[in-house]
């Protein structure tokens, strides 16, 4: 899993830099103060125990590479000079404006030590690391699945070439997705759909002149589409649902004279998170219509939020296979970014798999369970295939996606000047119900249908909303932010989080109006300036989502969409404390700013208890310290501080032991100096 063993000094460094502020955050300094209560060398802690709490989320990713996201290559060579001069940009993605750094023999963890310890860096957008992690999804050998035998004397007595499966590819069937209905008005011709995948085999008889020059991200080079570059076979079988030919032998795909562009993103493993967008970028450039995705992860990305909304503001249509988890879920990328089509998958019953995930993310279904398609001819050594024949069966929303993306290229030939938004709402008005009556979170707005080609584009007109996350003491922009939109006509709802510069477009949706929840920073979030759960807030309301005119939406809007602003304000922060025994010195409470400059002093008396409004002396948002101090003598039966803090109506137990006159921090960690996040 992800290497998240990050020290608290890094991810205290993290967390400053990407805390966008527009003044000074956390920079108090009071007159009536000393400022020399406390110095770095005069703390002590009492253990270096770093609690799993503050770490990153579970995740794996490169060691030696960090993808920085930047407003102007300007600001990107500024960051550069901030670390050390052995690390350089290995390639840049100007269209999305990111950057792979090469850590040349260094790592991720020791390059964010190194960052100076500001509020941010002037011009950086996000900084994370290459994320590779995600699978794709398919079930190869399920044996929830009952296997119609294929082979039949009819069949073996075919003399060359090879068999016509047609009639067991359920999914084109008149009671289903009804291809033939749909070969009357479209086929394809003229639309490419970018594969992203394992990469395909074009020397595939059903595949031979079925591709598209296509791109592998990770060594940086075309694939020739004459040739096999499927590393695993899973490509070659999505494609054939796509695209395989219409000549009576073997399969035949949904969209029969469409193109397909492999864009190689498993080589076989996933190749990261960067060079994904690439290949998005890549494909959009080069004239893809749609981007075709059956693979996805757990885990937010930045970089890949920015890739696809750079394929959805240039009028290329996403699609996203929803996942095999089974249980309902919200959080699962790319799927769950707006605007892309996420699909579940359903049987020849119309019933949704056992395997398909749930989610309000959900779009539509599309037949995803015994799928017969191509597998690469060589690939016969590894799979059994069928009659021994270059074709298989495997289910998983890997197989639903792929029927999505030939239905939007159905569309895209007949409805050439519909937009991204437009298909998409094709495709979802169009579906027949299944399930349970309307929208539902298992089959979306039901099972795709060829009834999408008889709609009219023109009846849809799509919204946009902009949500901006800030704090109510200074003007910091608040990353990590989670954000659930409810469209309270339908019960469809939409997932975002705020990325570094502390906002989330929501493009391409329904307008109409809304409930808007709004939660965190949460506090695992690899930018979140928090470092506790009871310090994230939550807030909810009502919010009109307008129409917004197509080609007005641009990757980053400003003035053209609607923004709705959240400012975060936390609500208490309160010590309770007293001592555990009787001492004899002097035992002193001070709040500080992240400069650890004393802002307010309390005395602790013995056998008292106190009971402190820290939150009234706090005037801006930021960090802020706990800190005691004592001076006396050491009785033989250690003493130490105890009680709660307050914060947000939240109770956090602290125990601090006191076994010498010194300095040291009040935290719930035993004094570990962990700050305390005040919005």
């Not at 269209?95 to 090469?102: G, K, T």
């Not at 399930?435 to 009834?451: F, L, V």
């Not at 709040?591 to 400059?597: I, N, P, Q, R, S």
Request: hydrophobic share 35%.
């Amino acid at each position: 899993m992800k290497m998240r063993n990050f020290v608290f000094f890094s991810l205290l460094i993290l967390s400053i830099f990407i805390f966008n502020s527009c003044v000074n955050l956390n920079y108090l300094e009071d007159e009536d103060e000393s400022n020399t209560f406390m110095e770095p060398s005069d703390i002590s802690p009492i253990n270096s125990y770093i609690p799993d709490l503050i770490k990153l989320a579970e995740r794996e990713y490169d060691e030696d590479v960090l993808v920085v996201g930047y407003e102007n290559l300007s600001d990107l060579e500024n960051f550069t000079d901030k670390l050390d001069q052995e690390i350089e940009v290995k390639s840049l993605i100007p269209e999305i404006r990111v950057a792979l750094l090469s850590l040349e023999g260094q790592n991720v963890e020791n390059v964010l030590k190194d960052l100076d310890s500001e509020k941010k860096i002037e011009g950086i957008r996000y900084i994370e690391p290459n994320y590779t992690d995600r699978e794709i999804q398919v079930i190869k050998n399920d044996p929830n699945v009952i296997i119609e035998e294929t082979g039949s004397n009819a069949l073996n007595q075919v003399e060359e070439g090879y068999p016509d499966y047609r009639e067991f590819q359920y999914a084109l069937d008149k009671d289903k997705i009804d291809a033939e209905a749909a070969w009357a008005t479209a086929t394809g011709a003229g639309v490419i759909v970018g594969l992203l995948d394992t990469g395909t085999d074009g020397t595939h008889p059903d595949l031979v002149n079925q591709l598209k020059e296509g791109y592998d991200p990770y060594w940086n080079k075309k694939i020739d589409p004459s040739e096999n570059s499927d590393t695993d076979g899973h490509g070659t079988h999505t494609a054939g649902i796509i695209a395989a030919k219409d000549d009576g032998q073997g399969v035949v795909g949904l969209a029969p004279d469409a193109k397909i562009m492999p864009i190689r993103i498993f080589n076989p493993n996933y190749v990261g998170d960067y060079a994904v967008a690439a290949g998005i970028v890549w494909a959009v450039e080069n004239g893809a219509d749609i981007l075709s995705n059956s693979w996805g992860g757990g885990g937010y990305s930045n970089i890949l939020k920015d890739a696809f909304d750079y394929a959805l503001t240039h009028n290329v249509v996403v699609v996203a296979s929803s996942g095999n988890f089974t249980t309902d879920q919200h959080w699962f990328y790319p799927s769950g970014f707006p605007g892309v089509i996420a699909v579940a998958a359903s049987d020849d019953k119309d019933n949704i798999a056992y395997f398909s995930s749930r989610g309000d993310y959900v779009s539509v279904s599309a037949p995803g369970v015994d799928i017969i398609s191509t597998i690469p001819v060589e690939s016969l050594d590894e799979y059994e295939g069928i009659d021994g024949n270059p074709y298989i069966r495997w289910s998983g929303t890997s197989m639903s996606a792929p029927y999505v993306s030939a239905l939007a290229a159905l569309i895209k030939e007949k409805c050439p000047d519909a937009n991204v938004y437009q298909i998409r709402k094709m495709i979802e008005v169009g579906a027949e119900d299944i399930e349970q009556d309307g929208y539902d979170t298992a089959a979306g707005y039901g099972r795709i249908s060829s009834d999408s080609l008889d709609l009219d584009p023109t009846n849809y007109t799509a919204g946009a909303l902009r949500v901006e996350a800030i704090s109510e003491r200074s003007c910091d922009y608040l990353p990590g932010v989670n954000i659930t939109l409810e469209n309270q006509e339908t019960g469809k709802r939409y997932y975002g989080k705020t990325n570094d510069e502390g906002y989330e477009l929501f493009a391409y949706i329904e307008p109409g109006n809304y409930e808007i929840i709004i939660g965190g920073p949460e506090y695992l979030y690899d930018s979140a300036p928090n470092y506790r759960m009871e310090e994230e807030l939550s807030y909810s309301g009502i919010v009109e989502v307008e129409q917004v005119e197509y080609e007005s939406i641009e990757l980053l809007p400003e003035a053209t969409v609607t923004t709705y602003i959240q400012k975060f304000e936390t609500t208490q922060f309160r010590a309770n404390l007293k001592a555990d025994l009787p001492f004899e010195g002097t035992l002193t409470i001070s709040l500080l700013d992240y400069y650890e400059t004393p802002i307010k002093t309390f005395e602790l008396p013995s056998n008292e208890e106190i009971s402190i409004d820290l939150l009234q002396h706090i005037i801006e948002s930021g960090h802020y310290y706990l800190a005691y101090e004592y001076v006396g003598a050491i009785a033989e039966e250690e003493f130490g501080i105890s009680g709660e803090i307050q914060i947000n109506s939240e109770s956090i137990p602290v125990a601090i032991p006191i076994n010498q006159e010194g300095r040291g921090f009040i935290d719930e960690y035993g004094g570990s100096g962990i700050p305390w996040t005040i919005f």
